[in-house]
């Protein structure tokens, strides 16, 4: 979507309340509220729960002046375009370089959000007005994200009904990328969140339905689909509802090919209503363009903290090396995937990665989850999981990863921290080092003392609620030696090499350095939380049989 570059204009900004680190002690406990007292096994939210809800919404609107990005720019454009033109030129129009890219369930919730736009100013609503960004603009598009946030908090209290409590609450990552950098991963989350729990209420036909929607409404999610496929094709299809065993189905074939189509029907009615309209027009391959632009790159211009970062930065240590050993070395590119822009480039010294490589490698690393998925049968507890290890490899793996893409493993992984120490030893390392890598996003001095307070206050809540549940320290000392490493990092990202006395010849070498640290951790949580679920499913099947 948005180019992330060091060189953006951040708004103008004069709200000293969202610049205080009273504002994100605020924060930060009304969601240390919600986090703690969703109740189990409650038919209704908890009146906390509900007034910790509304107190978090206000103190939101302290954050209408803060920094916002270019997607503030991508997500007005859009509303113009689905408000001004016509059906079949809202995946043409070229007008704005942010052209319209998301799947067409979002491109009508646009659509939508524009008939309301239009009594705040108009004016937003023109194509032409490229970057408007009225007060009144301003003030719609936070306070839409604001009002479609509630989908979240509806998602976090029926997974809490579940769980007992919704470790997903805790985390900073949604204050910093939806209400400060300007996006609506709440909301959509919201809808995963709700499709979750059909899930563990045992209702797939409505879990299936939640998540179509959510597909059609942003194609990230599409990597989720194989734990979805998998799940449902085992447990609801082939064996029928629960109690069915797996080693004798009770249904007959009938039953099951009346099930498959019940669940197609669903399904299928989803994506027809989304994609309908367009295949009528002859559109369907111009849509389907617009949502998978290969020509983007491998990376990002800020490297997400995956395994290609990890590559990347070899590559470039590589040619500093052969050059140093005179070797011949072609400079030419070896700047361009650190030069801020998002655009293709070749590696120097190792191959350079095509999209089919990252999706083979992307499939490699969950194909195992995906086994011990199948032979989970009637365990949505093992689809969570299995869910939240497609999220990671995609992460880890996929083509032109964003940073923002680690909330698909760390919202997951929030509700599996409390049911195992593993997992809640995994939790607490990496939503620390997740949610560091998402620093560089904002990178305006006023937004320092917000995204340092509520990191840091996120990580003490973590740690009393996680050792209140397991009562033992849950980080080694190399993990927290490898945490206290994030300090140096930080003043490098803040200062700058200038300041530092390290030349102003490399203006993205502390991006580069936190990709790379970030992404030691994250490789790390990673493997851990593999072998953790996919050796402990090996080691509880070998008992059983």
Known sequence: MATFTRNQSPASCQGGAARTPLFCISICIVQHTIYSQTAAG???????????????????????????????????????????????????????PWTLDYPPLFAWFEFLLAKVAQFFDAAMLDVNNLNYASPMTVLFQR??????????????????EEVGRVGGMGGPGLLLVDHIHFQYNGFLFGLLFISIARMLQRREIESAFWFSILLNLKHIYLYLAPAYFIYLLRSYVLLGPFPARADKPQTSRLA??????????????????????FIMRGQLLQVLARLFPFRRGLCHAYWAPN???????????????????????????????????????????LPSVPPVATLIATALSIVPGLVVLWRSPHSPWQFIRMLMLCGFGSFMFGWHVHEKAILMVLLPLGLLCLLRKGEAQVFMFLSIVGHFSLFPLLFT????????????????????????????????????????GLVPLFLLLELGPGRLGL??????????????????????????????????????KKKTS
């Open 445 to 484: 001095p006023q937004e320092t003392p917000i995204k340092v307070t509520a990191l840091v206050l996120h990580a003490l809540f973590t740690v009393q609620v996680l050792r209140a549940q397991w009562g033992q320290p849950l980080l080694h000392a190399i993990e927290n030696l490898y945490l206290l």
């Open 42 to 96: 409650s038919g209704r939210p908890s009146r906390m729960f509900g007034l910790a809800v509304i107190g978090m919404s206000c103190l939101k609107l302290l954050l209408l002046p803060a920094y916002r990005s270019t997607d503030f720019e991508v997500h007005r454009n859009w509303l113009a375009v689905t408000h001004s033109l016509p059906l079949d030129r809202w995946y043409v129009d070229q007008t704005s």
């Open 307 to 349: 395994f290609w970062a990890l590559y990347n930065f070899a590559d470039k240590m590589l040619v500093v090396v052969g050059g140093r050993l005179g070797w011949q070395v072609a400079k030419q590119g070896v700047a361009s995937m650190t030069g801020g822009l998002v655009q293709e480039f070749s590696h120097t010294v």
């Open 143 to 160: 306070l839409s994200v604001i009002v479609t946030d509630l989908v979240f908090a509806y998602g976090c209290k029926v997974c809490g």
């Open 256 to 277: 099951q090919l009346l099930r498959l189509v019940k669940l197609g029907v669903v399904v299928g009615m989803v994506f027809s209503l989304s994609f309908g309209p």
């Open 503 to 540: 030349g102003e010849g490399l203006p993205f070498l502390p991006l580069m350095l936190v990709s790379v640290y970030c992404a030691l951790g994250v490789t790390y949580s990673w493997l851990k939380l593999t072998y953790l679920v996919i050796g402990s499913a090996w080691k509880f």
